[in-house]
């Protein structure tokens, strides 16, 4: 069965940084799309970043310049390094490739 594990979430001041993983096994990271996604309290999951098999990423509009997806090929991990928090960015964070999702990792930025 396929498995996403994300970590690293916490609490941060606004301004701060942070870098989630996301480990996945019985898959291939750098065979597939995957993307990170939040959801804030009383919202709708969205799409934070993407990274296709490829290489290609794309962000959304509130976190461009700030977040930088990547992934680990030897360590099969995917990463968001989230730089310049905001309070805005509270959320909790999902790993995701295709149909399968991780458990999530809360952020919450403090003003």
């Known amino acids: 069965q396929v498995q996403l594990v994300e970590s690293g979430g916490g609490l941060v001041q606004a301004g701060g940084s942070l870098r989630l993983s996301c480990a996945a096994s019985?898959?291939?990271?750098?065979?597939?799309?995957m993307a990170w996604y939040r959801q804030a309290p009383g919202k709708q999951r969205e799409l934070v970043a993407g990274?296709?098999?490829?290489?290609?990423?794309n962000y959304a509009d509130p976190v461009k310049g700030r977040f930088t997806i990547s992934r680990d090929n030897a360590k099969n991990t995917l990463y968001l390094q989230m730089n310049s928090l905001k309070p805005e960015d509270t959320a909790v964070y999902y790993c995701?490739?295709?149909?399968?999702w991780g458990q999530g990792t809360q952020v919450t930025v403090s003003s």
């Open positions: 990274i296709t098999s490829s290489g290609s990423t």
């Open positions: 019985r898959i291939i990271v750098r065979l597939r799309a």
């Open positions: 995701n490739t295709a149909i399968v």
